[in-house]
């Protein structure tokens, strides 16, 4: 099973950029299909993008489709999600998780295990 470490987050202007990387240990990273996931304070986690194990099928929720890239370097074990055209409201800690298999979707509970999360927050 990978390990997966999070990286990349802090402070961030509204409409400005961050990008998040996700570093996993072994040598088995291309088994898995990722995702990032986040979780606003005093909200329930939810779904923000998923990569299949190749990186040639992705997906998005509504809410970041056209400002967030998720991607994947398999070379580099790592996975990342760029965010663009940032609001306050994605103000959240992000997590990365993993799915061992081809794809996985939208649905946390197919995901396991997960990294232990770096914050982002969107403020002038």
């Known amino acids: 099973q990978v390990q997966l470490v999070e990286s990349g987050g802090g402070l961030a202007q509204p409409g400005g950029s961050l990008r998040l990387s996700c570093a996993a240990s072994g040598r088995t990273f291309s088994s898995y299909a990722m995702g990032w996931f986040r979780q606003a304070p005093g909200k329930e986690r939810e779904f923000v993008a998923a990569?299949?194990?190749?990186?040639?099928?992705?997906s998005y929720a509504e809410f970041v489709k056209g400002r967030f890239t998720i991607s994947r370097d398999n070379a580099k074990n790592t996975v990342y999600l760029r965010m663009n055209s940032l609001k306050p409201e994605d103000t959240a800690v992000y997590s990365c998780?993993?799915?061992?298999?081809?794809?996985?979707?939208?649905?946390?509970?197919?995901?396991?295990?997960w990294g232990q999360g770096t914050q982002v927050t969107v403020s002038s």
């Open positions: 990569i299949n194990w190749s990186g040639s099928t992705t």
């Open positions: 998780a993993a799915h061992f298999g081809y794809y996985s979707g939208n649905l946390e509970n197919d995901y396991n295990p």
